[in-house]
């Protein structure tokens, strides 16, 4: 109860925030031009509005995870209200899990409301398809696993500095395919830290079928549900590293 109280608490606060309604609706019209642009690009109109639209849901949400998420911990410090919490039989964990679910209850209803729009837009044009939803889906998920780095960094960090690491660590995790590539250009102990980075750094490209939903590709379903345990998984992982790493912050 304490964690639900805690997190709605957080989703109150959060939606009040004027950057969420700025974030949102620039995607929403940027899913709704998305037919416009693709007018004045060269390539097929259906897979440059399916990117347009996809990349959108993608990168708001981020922007979302990353812009909130760094500054909860920290807005508690600051106001002081976090000395009474602590000094409350809250357990600091539990305060570092209320803050995150209020913060994926406000992305999955951004999420879900420029899903709508652009779900909207497919439908009118006839290019709605059961691909769209996984590549939401996994969408989701890869937000949920930004926002517990989020979470983890602002546990410790400042909110400038946390959205410095939080948005090294998504952009490694889209390019940490490249880790192997430099593997096999060197040697001995370099080799055998490229691999270790690899397979400790998050790997958010197992989370991306934007691609093959653009082309028309099918996305197979134990893929989805390999790419959700791996998400998930590497969420709890990060989180519980949160919760320690407050639980050992001194606010005296």
């Known amino acids: 109860m304490k964690v639900l109280a805690i997190a709605l608490n957080t989703f109150r606060e959060a939606i009040r925030d004027r950057i969420l309604y700025l974030l949102l609706v620039f995607a929403v019209l940027l899913i709704g031009s998305s037919r416009a642009l693709s007018l004045l690009t060269v390539g097929s109109e259906e ?3 399916k990117d347009i639209g996809l990349a959108a849901i993608s990168l708001f949400g981020v922007a979302t995870a990353i812009f909130v998420g760094v500054g909860l911990v920290f807005k508690e410090i600051e106001k002081r209200t976090i000395y009474t919490l602590v000094s409350k039989p809250i357990v600091r964990s539990h305060f570092i899990l209320g803050k995150y679910l209020g913060l994926v209850l406000v992305l999955a209803v951004n999420v879900s409301i420029m899903t709508a729009c652009f779900y ?6 006839g290019w709605a398809d059961a691909a ?3 590549a939401v889906f996994l969408t989701l998920v890869e937000l949920l696993l930004v926002t517990a780095i989020a979470i983890f960094f602002s546990s ?3 909110p400038i500095l946390s959205s410095l690491f939080t948005v090294t660590a998504y952009v490694i995790g889209h390019v940490s395919w490249g880790l192997l590539m430099l593997a096999e250009r060197v040697n001995g102990l370099g080799r055998g830290i490229c691999h270790a980075l690899y397979w400790c750094l998050p790997n958010l490209e197992r989370l991306n079928v934007r691609g093959m939903v653009v ?3 099918d996305v197979p379903l134990d893929q989805v ?4 345990v791996y998400g998930v998984s590497y969420t709890i992982i990060v989180l519980g590293l949160a919760m320690m790493m407050f639980r050992r912050r001194d606010f005296l």
């Open 132 to 134: 769209i939803a996984s």
């Open 225 to 228: 549900l390999t790419a959700t």
């Open 120 to 125: 909207g837009l497919l439908l009118v044009k």
């Open 156 to 158: 410790f960090s400042t």
């Open 215 to 217: 082309h028309g590709a």
């Open 47 to 49: 897979k440059i509005v």
